[in-house]
C-alpha cells in the first residue's frame, strides 16, 4: 500500500474558487511529519508546511489552510479564492521512521495538478 | 541568489557518455539530497548525504555515482545510463537535527536529463 495517496490527479477550478486537495497517509509510527509542497511548472518544489504528529491544530496561512486529522490519517489543504499563480503541481509527503532505526526518510505521493483557469 | 543551485537545467547524452550533474546549496544546511522525477511516478529518494556522509541508497544501480565533497556541494555522476533513466534530477538541502530526515527541504530547479 503507499505510504501518502494523492487521489486526485488532476483538478481544474474557474478563479476565485476554493479547492481542497486531499492527502491521505500511512505509518506505524507515533512521532511523524506531514508537508506540503508546491511544484510550478519552473521545477523547483517550494516548501509550503510542516506539521509533526502531535500538533493537530489546523493552520491558515494567507488564502492557505490545511486540516490535520489524525483519526483519518489526513492532511488536507485548501486554497481559498483560487488564483491563477496557484497552478502547480501539489505533492503532499510523509516523514517516518519506518524505513530503518534512528533516519527519517521522506516519501512523496504522485502529486495533484492544480490548473487555475482565469 | 537561488539557495539550491543546479546545473546544467538540461542534459542531452547519449547511453555510453559520462557526464555529471551538479548541485550546491548557499543556505548552510548539513544535509542534501538527490531525487529522481519521473512521469507519472512519485519522487523517488535515491541518496541522502548527512555532514557529507552517505546515510541513505535506496537501491539505486552502479550507474548513478554520487559524491559530496563538501556540505555545500553534491554531484550526481552518470555513466552508460538506459533511456529509463530520462527524468527530472532534484537537488534539496536541510538543516537536520539528532534524528535527521525530519526537517523542510530546499529543492533547487531541477535537472532535466533525456538520454538518447
Known amino acids: 500500500a503507499q505510504k501518502v495517496t494523492q487521489a486526485q490527479t488532476e483538478i481544474s477550478v474557474v478563479e476565485k474558487e476554493d479547492v481542497t486537495l486531499d492527502c491521505v497517509y500511512e505509518?506505524?509510527?507515533?512521532?511523524?511529519?506531514l508537508f506540503w509542497y508546491k511544484q510550478p511548472p519552473s521545477g523547483e518544489l517550494v516548501f509550503l508546511i510542516r506539521?509533526?504528529?502531535?500538533?493537530?491544530q489546523n493552520e491558515i496561512s494567507g488564502r492557505y489552510s490545511w486540516n490535520f486529522q489524525k483519526s483519518t490519517s489526513s492532511f488536507n489543504f485548501t486554497i481559498t479564492a483560487s488564483q491563477v499563480v496557484d497552478s502547480a503541481v501539489y505533492f503532499c509527503a510523509l516523514s517516518d521512521l519506518s524505513y530503518g532505526a534512528g533516519s527519517y526518510q521522506l516519501t512523496f505521493g504522485k502529486g495533484t495538478k492544480l490548473s487555475v483557469i482565469p | 541568489e537561488t539557495g539550491v543551485t543546479q546545473t546544467p537545467r538540461h542534459l542531452v547524452m547519449g547511453m555510453t557518455n559520462k557526464k555529471s550533474l551538479k548541485c550546491e546549496q548557499h543556505?548552510?544546511?548539513?544535509?542534501m539530497y538527490w531525487y529522481k522525477q519521473s512521469a507519472k511516478k512519485p519522487l523517488e529518494l535515491m541518496f541522502v548525504y548527512n555532514f557529507k556522509e552517505q546515510t541513505e541508497n535506496n537501491s539505486v544501480p552502479s550507474r548513478f555515482s554520487p559524491e559530496c565533497p563538501n556540505s555545500s556541494h553534491l554531484f550526481l555522476h552518470l555513466h552508460t545510463l538506459q533511456p529509463e533513466d530520462s527524468a527530472l534530477y532534484l537537488c534539496?538541502?536541510?538543516?537536520?537535527?539528532?534524528?535527521?530526515?525530519?526537517?523542510?527541504?530546499?529543492f533547487g530547479d531541477g535537472t532535466r536529463l533525456s538520454i538518447l
Open positions: 543556505l548552510g544546511h548539513n544535509a
Open positions: 534539496a538541502s536541510s538543516q537536520e537535527g539528532p534524528n535527521p530526515g525530519n526537517q523542510p527541504q530546499h
Open positions: 506539521r509533526n504528529s502531535f500538533d493537530e
Open positions: 505509518t506505524r509510527d507515533t512521532t511523524y511529519y
